[in-house]
């Protein structure tokens, strides 16, 4: 992680990747009563994770981090559910066996990629073509007509876009 | 898209990020909250008090500017903490009840060392409703700044995190006033002092549990 927010992309590309699993258990167990929800919810918690990287202070434990995110974005998940599922209680007894159940990762309900084509331009393209297709900041400016500082804010706002679209749109799922 | 697709999306060109950049967002909140606070008392009540020079030598002057001034800082390192995911309170929300505590046993021995007729003037003083009213006005723009600041951060808790935000803004607000407010007894103080920097916590705490999620 902290060589992550030094700068390694590889680095940062393995603690995500151990950190899904990591959040998976976590939130699997947690969320026992929606499993269909996990794989969202991993989603949007490493997005979160991302969009505030900053706020992780290199003197504290990592655990307490990232599960006071995870626990944040449970709650917040649950308290948007409130209103509309409490009535629902399905398979209550036979919980067990998915909660026992495999680690690797499952299909996602909420496709981001659709997400993803709601942001304004100025937001969607910088992320299509520097995080999805790999081109470099330059050209992406380039490929767009942004400046690179435009490029670099779009992305940076595009992300956090993105965490408030998935709030709003399953608030009114 | 699938999670490892996600993965690979945040990670490409993700970028160093620099360590600690809340310090600076804050300290340019409380600064332009200040200078904004003094502004403000300059262009609407007319500055300081005209006769501040006598009053410093007054020590519950200084007990007045000391009492928000504690607690502005308290507010801060509460507000700080309370705006990063799983940083630990360590019993701070009770460390704000100290300043508190000394302000009233101030003001009980105050009370009880002063005539029966001067009493209620010690406690309701002459400018008991100015200070429900200019505290909370001249906390806005400090309000403003640090609600901006949390906002760019993660609150977990976003009602204690806005109450926090709002008390360090009025007891910034509260410091700035004391140098115009002419009373100087500590029922005083601890009465509407106090009361007027809570109503920027209250809205805060309101507030908050909207703006600050995230």
Known sequence: MVDGLGGNDAAYHAFLKSLSVHLRGFLRVRLAR???DVEDLVQETLLAVHNQRHTYDPGQPLTAWIHAIARYKLVDLLRRRAGREVLNDPLDEELDVFVASEN????????LAKL???????????????????????ETARVTGMSEAAVKVGVHRGLKALAELIRSTDENR | MKTDDLISMLASDAGAVAPRVWRMRYALAIGVGLVSAALLMVLMLDGVRPDIADAARLPMFWVKLVFPATLAAIALLLAVRLSRPGMALNHLGMVLAAPVLVIWLLAGAALLGAPPQDQAMMIWGETWSACLLNVPLLSVPAFIGVFWVMKTLAPVHPARAGAAAGLLAGALSATVYAL???ELAAPFIGIWYLL?????????????????RW
């Open chain 1, 116 to 138: 993803l084509e709601q942001l304004p331009d100025r937001q969607r393209l910088p992320i299509v073509h520097m995080k999805l297709e790999g081109l470099s900041v330059a």
């Open chain 2, 196 to 212: 007027a920097m809570l109503i920027p916590a209250a809205a805060g705490a309101l507030i908050g549990s909207r703006l600050l």
């Open chain 1, 104 to 111: 690797e990762a499952s299909d996602a309900r909420r496709d």
């Open chain 2, 180 to 182: 115009h407010c002419p």
């Open chain 1, 34 to 36: 929606l499993p269909d």
